[in-house]
């Protein structure tokens, strides 16, 4: 089955701009999360969702926000960009909610903020 | 917060060689994943560790867990070329409502 499909691969915006990123899980999968990588960076947590609630927040600004619809699709949003939000989006899936899941990456969305 | 924390922060071997990257968290698990990135790539899973077991074997992958210490261990026997990624653990801390802590990873470069 196909694996966790990020869209767009490679995006360029202006500061001051807003940009939303697209996730579709593995057919499915009902946990959704996302992550911030920064080059040399570990992965910093953004948000993670199950059946379009949001269960976990990681220590971002309120400009990052994210949501899930009913078919477990997600979409993260960030407003204002900012020169330093430049970073790989990995979204990743998961059947369960549950502890010891194996998740799925996508490849990743890379934004870069000029 | 990064629970996590990989050693060393970057490793060059030879072809043929093992290589061995160890984790450390802060605080009681359930289980503990490794996963590899290619560069500028996904993540991909390679084994899970549960808080009751010791060791795990996968292939060429052997890890350890040692809960009184904190921490882990990822050995990758017989080096190959295609291994050269980050390797980066992954936690599953028992008060964490199931969120993975991520460490900063392992740079492995594998040397023909």
């Known amino acids: 089955k196909a694996g966790v499909t990020q869209t767009p691969r490679y995006l360029i915006k202006t500061r001051g701009q807003q940009v939303t990123l697209s996730c579709s899980p593995i057919?499915?999968?009902?946990?959704v999360s996302w992550y911030q990588q920064t080059p040399g960076q570990g992965l910093q947590f953004l948000f993670e969702?199950?059946?379009?609630?949001?269960?976990n927040k990681g220590n971002f600004p309120g400009r990052f926000s994210g949501r899930q619809f009913s078919n477990s699709r997600s979409e993260m949003n960030v407003s204002t960009l900012e020169l330093g939000d430049s970073a790989l989006y990995l979204c990743?899936?998961?059947?369960?909610?549950?502890?010891?899941?194996?998740?799925?990456f996508g490849e990743g969305s890379w934004l870069t903020v000029v | 917060s990064q629970q996590g924390e990989e050693d060393p922060q970057a490793l060059s071997i030879q072809e043929g060689e093992n290589a061995t990257m160890n984790c450390s968290y802060k605080?009681?698990?359930?289980?503990l994943q490794w996963y590899r990135q290619n560069s500028g790539r996904g993540l991909v899973h390679l084994i899970l560790?549960?808080?009751n077991e010791r060791e795990k074997h996968s292939g060429r992958l052997r890890v350890t867990l040692d809960t009184s210490k904190k921490s882990s261990s990822l050995l990758i026997t017989a080096s190959r070329a295609a291994d050269t990624a980050s390797y980066f653990c992954?936690?599953?801390?028992?008060?964490?409502?199931?969120?993975?802590?991520w460490g900063a990873g392992t740079k492995l470069i594998i040397k023909p």
């Open positions: 969702y199950f059946s379009e609630t949001q269960r």
């Open positions: 992954a936690t599953d801390a028992v008060e964490s409502n199931y969120q993975l802590i």
């Open positions: 057919s499915g999968h009902r946990s």
């Open positions: 990743a899936s998961s059947a369960t909610a549950n502890s010891g899941n194996t998740i799925y």
């Open positions: 605080t009681s698990i359930n289980n």
């Open positions: 560790i549960r808080s």
